[in-house]
């Protein structure tokens, strides 16, 4: 006797949208991440130590510390303004940004009465960290719309663009070209199709790729979500501010290569690569690898030049110069305490996450937008 597996209500629902039409997988990932009630970021359990995937902020507070001292030294760049706004964007409940500001004030008191602290995120546990209720220091924001614009002095992101819906598309071979990967339903189950491509936007976006070495069968995502988004942020910056940008991912030389058949697109839960990008809807996280040159074209075209394009780690270590220095003056040969190790050890870890880790560092400049 066979048993069904009984559909969530939220499985019901893309379903009966997919009766009407195919989705495309763009339109099928936003639902996912990002529906009001069920969607994995918006609904679900909030991102933490403990999440069903790895970053730099689930190691620990190391990070937002670095983070801390890289504001503090842009502030004292910019001659030490009376307020000085960062704003982040996708910080979920807002364990970095409580990370950041405890450091800030812990560490540097004149910058701590400078800082306003932004944050715009759309999930319903935004910046519910218990640690904020100790700082006056920021606000929330929903939508990049509700940023004044040239109001932000520095703005950052960690793991953000990773999480945008992307394309997902196939090539047929040189008679046929591209076509799109459609979500559609087999006997009532998620399942890919091939149909045409959605717009004439995702069309000239594929002819920036090299498909001489392709064959036919190979899968790849392409993210249309970047430019909008910058022309949206951009506008928001001052002139001269920087902009930090944390993901995987990797130049277009090497993100379509052909031996990388079947994309970047990976799906998370429970720890775990799930295998099924399709598989159990707003449970589980989708995310694919950021693909650096598109970012960079895109960035200067918004009008922000690209002041470097680092692994994490090297960026991470030249952070840590200053406290590594301070740690080692104030033990003085002695061994190490347990929060000294603790330290160490979370900064070993973030610098030893491997060359698909980057962070591109940018300048707002208005004259060439």
């Not at 933490?48 to 730099?56: C, E, I």
């Not at 902009?243 to 130049?251: R, S």
Request: charged fraction near 20%.
């Amino acid at each position: 006797m066979s048993h069904t597996r009984q559909l969530s209500p939220f499985e019901r629902e893309i379903q009966r949208s997919i009766r009407a039409r195919p989705l495309t997988f763009k339109e099928y990932m936003a639902l996912a991440l990002y529906h009001p009630q069920w969607g994995y970021y918006t609904a679900q359990k909030a991102p933490g130590r403990n999440a069903d995937f790895f970053t730099s902020v689930s190691v620990g507070s190391c990070f937002g510390e670095l983070l801390a001292h890289y504001m503090h030294g842009i502030w004292q760049e910019a001659g030490s303004p009376e307020t000085f706004t960062a704003l982040e964007q996708g910080g979920h409940i807002g364990m970095l940004a409580a990370d950041v500001i405890s450091s800030i004030y812990a560490n540097f008191p004149a910058f701590s009465k400078a800082i306003h602290f932004l944050a715009v995120e759309r999930s319903a546990l935004a910046m519910t960290d218990p640690r904020l209720t100790e700082y006056s220091c920021w606000s929330l924001a929903h939508d990049l719309q509700d940023i004044p614009q040239e109001s932000v002095d520095l703005f950052f992101a960690n793991e953000l663009i990773d999480a945008f819906p992307v394309h997902r598309v196939i090539w047929q071979g040189p008679e046929h070209g591209w076509a799109e990967l459609h979500v559609s339903l087999q006997e009532d189950v998620l399942t890919f199709a091939e149909g045409q491509l959605s717009s004439s936007i995702l069309a000239d976006r594929l002819t920036d790729i090299d498909i001489s070495n392709f064959e036919p069968g190979y899968i790849t995502e392409i993210n249309l979500e970047i430019a909008p988004w910058l022309a949206s942020l951009s506008p928001r910056l001052k002139h001269n501010a920087i902009m930090l940008v944390f993901d995987y991912g990797m130049p277009d030389s090497t993100y379509y290569l052909p031996s990388r058949r079947e994309g970047t697109l990976q799906s998370y839960q429970n720890h775990q690569r799930s295998g099924n990008l399709l598989a159990n809807p707003g449970e589980q996280d989708l995310t694919a690898h950021v693909d650096f040159t598109h970012l960079q074209v895109e960035a200067e075209l918004a009008g922000l030049n690209s002041r470097r394009l680092e692994e994490q780690s090297r960026f991470l270590t030249r952070l840590a110069h200053n406290p590594l220095k301070a740690m080692e003056n104030r033990l003085q040969g002695t061994a190490p305490d347990k929060k000294s190790l603790s330290w160490i050890r979370q900064f070993q870890q973030l610098t030893s996450m491997g060359p698909n880790f980057k962070v591109m560092e940018l300048l707002r400049n208005v004259g060439s937008a």
